[in-house]
């Protein structure tokens, strides 16, 4: 099983930035590609990005794209999202997820096994 731990959200102003961080822990050996999901209130749990471990593989959402970037620290067991240019319509609570290894990235919720318990982006008008 694998642990996740998330870190770095906040309240910013519109055209803020933030770097979220979700650190794993446990069998770690054991994930593929690790994602990060956002809902907001009212809205369906979304993928934003993700990226795959072992070759540095990215995705992106089209509502993110150019302003969202996915990183990975394999050393530190760490992933990032660096955000910048945020809108409000970003606020959300953001989750951190991982999956087992597979052919391609995983883009569905229930393709991805463990979670963490989210951090909260609000970004204020």
């Known amino acids: 099983q694998v642990q996740l731990v998330e870190s770095g959200g906040g309240l910013v102003q519109t055209g803020g930035s933030l770097r979220l961080s979700c650190t794993a822990a446990?069998?770690?050996?054991?994930?593929?590609?690790m994602g990060w999901f956002r809902q907001a209130p009212g809205k369906e749990r979304e993928i934003v990005s993700a990226i795959r471990l072992n070759d540095g593989r990215t995705y992106y959402a089209d509502s993110v794209k150019g302003r969202f970037t996915i990183s990975r620290d394999n050393a530190k067991n760490t992933v990032y999202l660096q955000i910048v240019t945020l809108k409000p319509e970003d606020t959300a609570l953001y989750y951190c997820?991982?999956?087992?290894?597979?052919?391609?990235?995983?883009?569905?919720?229930?393709?991805?096994?463990?979670w963490g318990q989210g951090t909260q982006v609000t970004v204020s008008s």
């Open positions: 997820a991982a999956a087992g290894p597979r052919i391609g990235i995983p883009l569905t919720s229930n393709q991805y096994t463990d």
């Open positions: 446990g069998s770690t050996f054991s994930i593929g590609t």
